[in-house]
């Protein structure tokens, strides 16, 4: 038993040895090796691949060395073939090739450099920045290192070693020069960059906004002209255009907006001629350029006014852009031109500069600001280099004084917006322009021998002139403006014609004389008569009158006066004189500009001589003396406050100054008697800038003799004896040096430490006006019948205006001028009334009512009750006498004659069209309006020339003023206004 149970065990043990292997093999060992084999035949496909790819990279790789030797080889043959210029070429791109190799070791040779400097004292930048832009805290500019990289400091504040940090206007070399001097001299600014041919000649176009310049304008185009012929010489002929922009409207001086309208005509001239500018510059009038300048360098932007002599041959402040600038055309529209939003004086040239920071267009240097105590660090436009942009000056005193608008919130609120890279410039500008204008341009040629607008005198000209007048807002159109001839010597009558267009001066107007009154009687030679012609303008509404011509003389405004020495010598330059042609188109534009919307105006031609006509006026006591404005303001000092007195403007807050007030002066002392007149002397003291008042012409100038302190002249200003304005009062504070006066509004200055010193009074404007401008209207609508004439009504003032009479139901019949005072005792005062004609209350009302208006004026003692009812045969008026202005009736008078008729209808009439009458009011319902008038059947009143139509009854007749009337009854203003 015990061995079969072995033999068993055995068995048992043998069939484990031979399943546990199987077992093995089949689950674990086949399945694993299967695993190992895909692995193995990926990594044999894989193997095979990459062996694949390097095999064909490598044949590319022979492939691409087989063909650079290739083409080595057969650039040597080329090469050996080529000329010297072409080697030559080949050369200068394997140095470049080199450069680019050597750039790796820039880096490291900079900072290896740095280190070497660290020890030792050096005025440049670690950084690279260098000038103006990279100086230290205490305002040293920057130098580049003369042995490193970069030695050269370009124009925009970098440092650098290329042409356009070493060899270009405005660089700075700073490596020593030849020689070894140890002391480095920054090299001067070289005439022009490599690439600048100054001989070559340019188009250049000069825009310059203009408005009561006329002496300025003269001596412009003799500037202008001489600069030219001085280029030529030099053999650089330039082509030069001249764009005047005139301002025609009375609103504050816009200088961004003319330029733009300037540059606006450039471009259309460039379309028209197909000829591109080259440089557009913004030129002020009264800054003119001496020889040196070069107006053909606008690579950049460049103030050509870089040194002015009235600001010490230098620039009002460092970041300034105004006076003369220059741009290409293509700069000038990347930003957008100027802002049209700048009104009066100032801000539209800090806002240009912040236009040139932001496109970033300003690559100028330090300029004549190096030497400056505190060197400026704010970046500058680029300038000429020194010596080559002096320009001179023309004297204020030719124009109007500078005004800035009362509220100047708005003018800095843009220039902050721009400092913090707003973008409304580019919807403010040359893209927002809008034009209106009182004409076509006035043009004129280059030419050997020729004139140009308003100046008739044959010269040589070198440049051509545009001369535009523009507005903003619409232009009033010419023809509420009548020409008007005056009877005389030629045997016609008066005769009146509407101006047909906007004059540019006296010459133009009087070359449409011809066509104005060609057929009026035997003239004789129009074209003869024409160009001697003179003129009276009148204002019908104002009753003032100006004298325009040959022959008139005129009065300087004082504000425009130059100042005084202690002595009594004129301190300063007189103000220019201007040929007469000149100043009196000035002053004939500046009439019609002037003219209100709602004012009537006459030209008037006259045959006599001005001086004729000036001492008419001036014999019967008829000139009006004009009133100018001076301004109050008052700033801190040491003790209290000091005031000050600017004439000839309403707003003075500017420089520390704050805005109190302004009274009205005479513009001219010569209006007044010399026992009348009454002078405020107005002085300043240089310590401390304090001014001072008295009571003489110029008492205020030299020594105070209580304070010994030196006094400069500033002006003399003039009121009347006979002024009736608000009462001014003088006051002085004596201090020693800080002595002070003030200026104010009172009787009497005796406070706050001030001792009254005198007091005086303002002028004012206010004036009786000595005519009346009158109309008759007619019925619109009018169907009189046959035999009648048809219904005018007398009317005043603002009624005669177009505007109201484009909504109305009457049209403008007649002009007509009366009196608005009496001016002899045998003058009638007349006044309008509208009436309402009803039938005569009877027992038995027989006859329906009937209703209508009538129309008619009554005259002297009448016009004092406001209601007036009157009885024509059956009829009963009720009348309502207008509040419009008193209106007198001449006694004599040469002008139209005009009769008020009562037309009376036949009974017959009136019977027969009772009914449709009757009818007609029962249509207009309770309380409505009856109509103007019926056709035939009711009593009506109307206006005819000369005598009333048979059968009517006459109430009242008279003559109106013609033009030799209005012309005695008018007062003269003989001022530059």
């Not at 650039?75 to 000329?83: A, M, R, S, T, Y």
């Not at 070359?511 to 003179?534: I, K, Q």
């Not at 004939?588 to 006259?606: D, F, N, Q, T, Y």
């Amino acid at each position: 038993m015990a061995s079969i149970r072995w033999f068993l065990a055995g068995l048992i043990f043998l069939g484990l040895v031979a399943v546990v292997p199987l077992y093995f093999v089949n689950n674990i060992y086949f399945p694993q090796r299967a695993e190992l084999h895909d692995a193995s035949q990926e990594l044999s496909s894989l193997k095979t691949e990459f062996h694949a790819h390097r095999a064909a990279r490598q044949a590319e790789t022979q492939a691409l060395d087989r063909r650079v030797a290739s083409l080595e080889a057969l650039l040597k043959v080329i090469e050996d073939g080529q000329p010297q210029a072409i080697r030559e070429k080949h050369q200068k791109a394997a140095a470049l090739a080199q450069a680019e190799a050597i750039a790796e070791h820039i880096e490291e040779a900079k900072a290896t450099q740095i280190e070497a400097n660290k020890a030792a004292k050096k005025t440049w930048r670690d950084d690279d920045r260098c000038g103006s832009l990279g100086a230290d805290s205490s305002g040293q500019p920057a130098s580049c290192n003369p042995t490193g990289l970069s030695p050269c400091c370009s124009p925009a504040g970098w440092c650098g070693g290329s042409p356009d940090h070493c060899d270009c206007m405005g660089c700075t070399d700073f490596r020593p020069p030849p020689g070894g001097a140890k002391t480095q001299i920054p090299r001067p600014e070289p005439a022009s960059p490599s690439h600048y041919v100054q001989s070559k000649p340019k188009r250049i176009a000069l825009v310059v906004p203009f408005r009561d310049r006329g002496a300025h304008l003269e001596r412009f185009r003799e500037r202008i002209q001489a600069h030219a012929e001085s280029w030529n010489s030099r053999g650089v002929k330039h082509h030069w255009h001249v764009f005047v922009a005139e301002q025609f409207d009375n609103q504050l001086f816009n200088r961004g907006y003319l330029f733009n309208v300037g540059l606006h005509y450039a471009t259309e001239f460039e379309k028209k001629t197909g000829q591109q500018f080259d440089c557009v510059v913004m030129h002020d009038i009264d800054i003119l350029p001496t020889p040196v300048v070069d107006y053909g360098w606008c690579l950049w932007p460049n103030q050509l006014s870089g040194e002015i002599e009235c600001w010490n041959w230098g620039v009002p402040y460092p970041d300034n852009v105004g006076g003369v600038v220059s741009l290409s055309p293509q700069h000038w529209r990347a930003i957008n031109g100027f802002s049209n939003e700048y009104e009066g004086w100032g801000g539209e040239d800090d806002d240009l500069y912040l236009r040139l920071k932001i496109n970033n267009l300003l690559k100028g240097g330090c300029h004549t600001w190096c030497n400056s105590p505190k060197r400026p660090t704010v970046p500058m436009v680029y300038r000429p280099p020194i010596g080559q942009g002096r320009m001179t000056c023309l004297h204020d005193g030719d124009h109007t004084p500078r005004q800035r608008a009362p509220q100047d919130a708005p003018m800095w609120q843009r220039l902050n917006a721009m400092k913090a890279n707003s973008p409304r410039w580019r919807n403010d500008g040359l893209t927002s322009l809008r034009v209106f204008s009182a004409g076509e341009p006035v043009e004129s040629n280059a030419c050997t021998a020729c004139t140009a607008p308003e100046d008739p005198e044959s010269k040589p000209r070198l440049f051509s002139e545009h001369w535009s007048r523009i507005s903003q807002k619409p232009i009033s159109a010419p023809s509420r403006i009548e020409v008007v001839r005056l009877p005389g010597s030629h045997g016609c009558g008066n005769a009146s014609r509407p101006l047909p267009a906007i004059p540019a001066g006296l010459e133009q107007l009087r070359r449409l004389l011809p066509e104005l009154f060609h057929g009026h009687c035997d003239m004789g030679s129009l074209s003869e008569w024409a160009h001697t012609a003179n003129f009276i303008l009148i204002d019908l509404t104002l009753g003032h009158a100006m004298l325009v011509g040959n022959g008139v003389q005129l009065v300087m405004p004082d504000s425009s006066l130059p100042a005084l020495q202690e002595s009594g010598a004129v301190a300063g330059p007189t103000p220019l004189p201007a040929t007469e042609h000149l100043l009196q188109a000035q002053r004939l534009s500046r009439w019609i500009r002037k003219l209100p919307e709602s004012h009537l105006g006459w030209i008037v031609v006259a045959d006599e001589a001005m001086s004729v006509w000036q001492k008419r006026f001036f014999d019967s006591g008829r000139r009006i003396p004009l009133t100018s404005p001076a301004c109050i303001s008052k700033a801190s000092m040491q003790g209290g406050s000091k005031f000050r007195v600017t004439a000839g403007t309403q707003w003075c807050g500017d420089g520390g100054w704050n805005h109190v007030g302004h009274f009205m002066v005479l513009r001219s002392k010569s209006n007044v008697p010399e026992d009348k007149k009454v002078p405020i002397c107005i002085s300043f003291n240089r310590n401390g800038y304090a001014y001072r008042f008295e009571n003489s012409d110029a008492g205020c100038i030299g020594t105070h003799k209580p304070t010994q302190t030196t006094w400069v002249h500033a002006h003399t200003i003039y009121t009347s004896a006979d002024a009736e304005g608000d009462e001014y009062c003088v006051g002085i504070h004596l201090a020693g040096t800080h002595t002070r006066w003030i200026l104010q509004r009172g009787a009497s200055c005796s406070s706050d430490g001030f001792v009254h010193s005198f007091s005086f009074r303002a002028m004012t404007s206010k004036r009786e006006v000595p005519l009346a401008p009158c109309c008759l209207l007619s019925e619109a609508s009018s169907n009189s019948a046959a035999g009648l004439p048809p219904l005018q009504r007398f009317a005043t003032g603002q009624e005669c205006g177009a505007g109201r009479l484009s909504v109305s139901d009457w049209k403008l019949s007649r002009k007509l001028v009366l009196l608005a005072r009496r001016q002899s005792e045998s003058d009638h005062r007349v006044c309008v009334a509208t009436g309402m004609s009803t039938a005569k209350d009877d027992s038995n009302h027989s006859r329906p009512s009937q209703e209508h208006l009538v129309w008619r004026v009554f005259r002297d003692s009448a016009c004092d009750r406001p209601k007036v009812v009157t009885y024509e045969g059956d009829r009963k008026f009720h009348w309502t006498m207008s509040s419009s202005p008193e209106v007198f009736l001449p006694s004599k008078a040469s002008g139209v004659h005009l009769c008020l008729c009562h037309i009376l209808p036949s009974a017959a009439d009136a019977s027969s069209a009772s009914a449709p009458a009757a009818s007609e009011s029962k249509k207009s319902g309770k309380g409505g309006k009856p109509p103007a008038r019926t056709t035939s059947n009711m009593p009506f009143y109307t206006w005819v020339e000369s005598t009333c139509p048979e059968g009517a009854k006459r109430e009242l007749c008279f003559n109106t003023l013609g033009p030799a009337d209005v012309v005695e009854a008018v007062e003269l203003i003989d001022e530059i206004v």
